[in-house]
């Protein structure tokens, strides 16, 4: 199969094309240059894989010659078939600018401009966070050679084995199986020692049957751990961008891990040692800045993602297909770098998923704010009405869940990892020029510095918010108790203490996160590329992972687009309820034959009509039994159906409070009290309390917030 050339970014023009005057070789036709490997202007690490249309190949004399600022790199670039193609890995480019020239007869026929970034970035994330922990040693790299946490790069194999470890026992030698520490139940593989009796074998995708040896490269780009993984027998050739191996199959699926902490460390590592990626020949790729537990930021995430997919391609050729997978905080990095990042991702595979960090995190901070209500109110309340008031299913996913992870530990300064020493953070008496380690500091490259504070800007926003109006119409809550509510719910200061006053959102952050994507406005390829979103139900466990996210990306998408054909969402029980179900769940498999049918059309229509179209049919919104039935129905909010039955989703804070579906509004819009919003009567002593709790009005949610829009920039530097 043909593989299909990664262009990243639609929008980017990558090739200068000369037509010649004269005879020769070109005079039919036009030469064309362009960068396979990545964006011509943001080429990372000294190389480049090339490609040269409308040229004959490379001969003795040369029909034509290539050159990198004046130097000949024509031996480097080999005839690709069918059609002609020359394909060539360049290499000690200049940082900076570089030229690169294709000439025949001595005459220029095409000219193509690279810019060329070192391996420690950054290309477009803007400056590196300082301070940063390295750590290199720890993950098995030995010690770090430089500041940007640089270290060999190490190539080791793996194995599966046809015995279970256990039944081998711990002390099984080097190469033979048995050491602990591996994910995925992998086996050390020792090509020195030869090929142990008890390789197991595993069928690719392709129906290719072969050893189960797994070759694992580890090294750092862009100051994190990135690991590449596939099936490869020692000794047999390796992939190159010319040539294919029996074992990959040709895609890459890239690995996004969850958590949500600030940076300045680069993390232990991520592992592509996926058995349900790699059996089935698919390439495995992942990286420590791809990790939101490690550096809760996107951006980071989509330029690490870049470089690694870079180093990839020029040295084991262009995928097929790249997709992205992971869950929680994974999910967010896919669906952002698909909106913001288009190119990078053909198709996402996002589990317990929420859309974004930026629409999530007034959600989340919102618990902190009414468990401290709720513990000094001065009327009763019982669990069943703070669970309406917080929207979830239950109030245990405030109290016992959000607030003893995330909230309101996502915006304060102090809550830096163990790793960043301690003399180095915040303080605001003993060190107020510190590292801060809330959300919107570790994303200063976006929203810059507040000149009044010196901190960075925050887009939370308080003002307006009637918290548990829905529970109130309901009948569910008194008037008192959400006149108290609201007069006493407070609001976060600089610091992100509780303070009694609600706090406003920074103007312009709020301007720069609708602006520069950091909220999911289903922009850039979200509505052009298959996402699959398997949802293990775990509401009434107090579980984070709500199932109302998936629904709030679907409700952003039909928003934007007036339609959702490309979004698929797949409830099941949730983790640890038996295999059943996810045996019947393979979403990367799901979205490989979903992208192949969408190559294989050859019309002319726009990507979001070639999405909907060549969806297979087994790919539908679904949910699963604990039985492992599978029952196909619309998956919809409001409907009834079995699947709602099982799995009945809720809300959040912000929905719960008369918020859209979309939950996408950072800063509502205000209007003035209006005695028939609420179908409770109020006293003339309570519409007063309530004018006052609400001087400047309540929200309307009829009305976008404030600076809200849709991202229609993509590809965005800082």
């Known amino acids: 199969m043909q593989r299909r050339t990664w262009i990243p970014g639609a929008c980017v023009v990558v090739a200068l094309t000369f037509v010649p005057a004269g005879g020769g070789p070109f005079a039919q036709g036009r030469v064309d240059i362009r960068v396979v490997s990545s964006r011509p202007d943001m080429v990372s690490g000294g190389d480049a894989l090339i490609e040269i249309t409308g040229a004959s190949a490379p001969s003795a004399p040369p029909v034509v010659s290539v050159t990198v600022n004046g130097r000949d ?28 020239e294709v000439r025949t007869g001595g005459s220029r026929r095409a000219r193509l401009e690279l810019t060329n970034y070192p391996d420690s970035g950054p290309v477009f994330s803007g400056p590196h966070q300082i301070p940063f922990v390295c750590q290199t040693d720890a993950a098995g790299l030995g010690p770090a050679v430089d500041a940007n946490c640089s270290a060999p790069t190490v190539v080791t194999y793996v194995y599966k084995s046809t015995t279970p470890t256990a039944a081998r026992g711990a002390g099984a030698a080097p190469g033979r199986g048995g050491p602990a520490g591996l994910p995925g139940g992998f086996n050390p593989y020792d090509p020195a020692g030869g090929r142990p009796a008890d390789v197991a074998q595993t069928t690719t995708t392709e129906g290719r049957t072969v050893d189960y040896i797994i070759r694992r490269e580890r090294g750092v780009i862009n100051r994190a751990i990135y690991e590449i993984a596939f099936l490869h027998v020692p000794g047999q050739p390796l992939p190159d961008p010319w040539t294919r191996t029996p074992g990959w199959n040709g895609r890459l699926v890239y690995s996004f891990g969850g958590g949500c ?121 019982t669990d069943a009405q703070k669970t309406a008031v917080s929207g979830y299913a239950t109030w245990r996913t405030c109290s016992d869940s959000w607030n003893r992870s995330f909230s309101p530990a996502w915006i304060r300064p102090e809550t830096c990892a163990a790793l960043v020493p301690r003399p180095l953070v915040y303080d605001p008496k ?19 510095l507040d000149p009044k504070t010196g901190f960075a800007r925050r887009p939370l926003d308080i003002v307006g918010v009637q918290y548990g109006l829905v529970a109130l119409n309901a009948g569910i809550i008194s008037v008192d108790q959400f006149l108290e509510l609201n007069e006493r719910i407070g609001g976060y200061d600089a610091d992100s203490n509780i303070v009694p006053a609600r706090n406003a959102a920074d103007p312009v952050a709020l301007r720069l996160a609708y602006d520069t994507g950091r909220v999911n406005s289903a922009g850039g390829s979200l509505a052009t590329i298959p996402i699959i979103d398997s949802r293990p139900y775990t509401d009434p466990t107090a579980d984070i992972h709500d199932s109302v996210r998936s629904f709030v990306t679907r409700a952003r998408l039909i928003a934007a687009n007036g339609r959702a054909d490309n979004h698929v969402i797949l409830r099941m029980p949730g983790r640890g309820a038996g295999p059943g179900p996810a045996a019947q769940v393979n979403t990367i498999r799901m979205v490989d034959a979903w992208l192949d049918a969408i190559a294989n059309d050859r019309s002319s229509d726009s990507p979001a009509v070639k999405v909907a179209r060549n969806k297979p049919v087994d790919v539908a919104d679904a949910c699963f039994s604990d039985q492992g039935e599978k029952i196909v129905e619309p998956a919809s909010y409001t409907g009834g159906g079995r699947c709602n039955q099982m799995y009945p989703p809720h809300a959040t804070p912000r929905i719960a409070a008369g918020g859209p579906l979309t939950d996408d509004i950072l800063k509502c819009e205000l209007r003035a009290i209006d ?33 809200q829009r849709r991202v229609s920039e993509t590809w965005k530097r800082y």
């Open 261 to 381: 902490s600030a940076g300045y460390r680069q993390g232990g590592g991520a592992s592509a040692l996926s058995d349900v990626i790699l059996a089935a020949g698919y390439a495995s790729a992942a990286s420590s800045l791809n990790v939101f537990g490690n550096n809760c930021n996107d951006v980071i995430s989509a330029e690490t993602l870049m470089m690694v997919k870079e180093h990839f391609v020029e040295q084991f050729g262009a995928p097929v297909h790249t997709i992205g997978t992971g869950g929680s905080g994974g999910s967010m990095q896919q669906h952002l770098i698909a909106q913001n990042y288009p190119g990078l991702l053909d198709g996402i595979t996002p589990g317990i998923s929420y859309p974004d960090l930026t629409s999530v995190l007034p959600t989340v901070v919102d618990c902190a704010l009414l468990a401290h209500f709720f513990d000094g109110a001065k009327q009763t309340w």
């Open 675 to 707: 005695r028939k919003a609420y179908t409770q009567p109020f006293t003339e002593d309570q519409m007063a309390r309530l004018k006052a709790a609400f001087p400047k009005g309540v929200c309307d949610y009829s009305r976008p917030g404030v600076e």
């Open 73 to 100: 790199v024509t031996s480097a670039f080999r005839a690709v078939t069918p059609g002609g193609r020359l394909l060539g890995r360049i290499d000690a480019l200049t940082l900076g600018k570089n030229a690169v």
């Open 430 to 448: 003993t060190n107020p020029t510190g590292v801060r380690c809330t959300i919107q500091d570790n994303l200063v490259n976006v929203y810059g």
